[in-house]
């Protein structure tokens, strides 16, 4: 494909704000990505240990969970403009609070999983909470983590085109809407093509942390 092959020969080229290559363009995505999947991981994480350890926050945060959850990404751009008054900063911010979920859940699942002779040795042991949630919590639970995780980051970087087409400006979302406003349908399909196999990257990086981190307890 000749359209193809003239974005990834020459991705880094820049003529102005408008009309930067292909590379700018997926960099600044995935720095957006970056930050909001990073975010979320960062309150995705302890907050699904909570809900995990702890009946009475279940009981508490589960229905405001599954509230939240199945809103569109889409309907938070608006909340994220006018708290932020950044189109950037809107798009990280959908990006974070729709990647939260998965992770919460495979946590809180994983957590919740922790066969009750694990929690009879440490009490026989009298583990501090800091290290049982260090030495048992945390590993038992480690590869619903990173599943979760794994989920995230396709969510995250399912997010991102569609939040870029909003933003505008920069980014693989908005190079696929000004392609398609200039009638460009072999440069839209390039990147189509480039957006799955970035988005295939970053899953099998999650895979590939999630196997060298692969800790069975007995």
């Not at 087409?165 to 398609?180: A, C, E, K, Y």
């Given at each position: 494909m000749p359209v193809f092959?003239?974005?990834?020969?020459?991705?880094?080229?820049?003529?102005?704000?408008?009309?930067?290559?292909?590379?700018?363009?997926?960099?600044?995505?995935?720095?957006?990505?970056?930050?909001?999947?990073?975010?979320?991981?960062?309150?995705?994480?302890?907050?699904?240990?909570?809900?995990?350890?702890?009946?009475?926050?279940?009981?508490?945060?589960?229905?405001?969970?599954?509230?939240?959850?199945?809103?569109?990404?889409?309907?938070?751009?608006?909340?994220?403009?006018?708290?932020?008054?950044?189109?950037?900063?809107?798009?990280?911010f959908i990006i974070f609070i729709t990647s939260l979920w998965p992770t919460v859940l495979n946590t809180a699942l994983g957590v919740s999983s922790i066969p009750e002779s694990h929690r009879q040795v440490a009490r026989v042991f009298q583990f501090s909470r800091w290290t049982y949630l260090t030495r048992v919590v945390m590993p038992f639970s480690l590869p619903y983590v990173l599943t979760g995780l794994r989920l995230?980051?396709?969510?995250?970087?399912?997010?991102?085109?569609?939040?870029?087409?909003?933003?505008?400006?920069?980014?693989?979302?908005?190079?696929?809407?000004?392609?398609?406003?200039?009638?460009?349908?072999?440069?839209?399909i390039s990147a189509l093509l480039l957006i799955g196999a970035v988005g295939l990257i970053l899953d099998r990086a999650i895979t590939w942390i999630a196997d060298r981190t692969a800790y069975e307890m007995v």
């Open positions: 092959w003239d974005l990834v020969s020459n991705p880094f080229y820049d003529n102005g704000p408008n009309d930067k290559g292909i590379g700018f363009q997926l960099i600044a995505s995935l720095k957006r990505v970056a930050i909001g999947f990073t975010l979320g991981t960062c309150v995705a994480v302890p907050l699904g240990v909570l809900l995990g350890v702890s009946g009475i926050a279940r009981r508490i945060i589960d229905p405001v969970v599954q509230v939240l959850r199945p809103v569109s990404p889409l309907a938070w751009f608006p909340i994220g403009l006018a708290t932020f008054q950044s189109t950037s900063d809107a798009t990280i995230s980051i396709g969510i995250a970087w399912l997010v991102i085109v569609a939040g870029e087409m909003l933003s505008g400006g920069t980014g693989i979302g908005f190079f696929v809407w000004d392609s398609w406003n200039a009638l460009s349908l072999e440069r839209v």
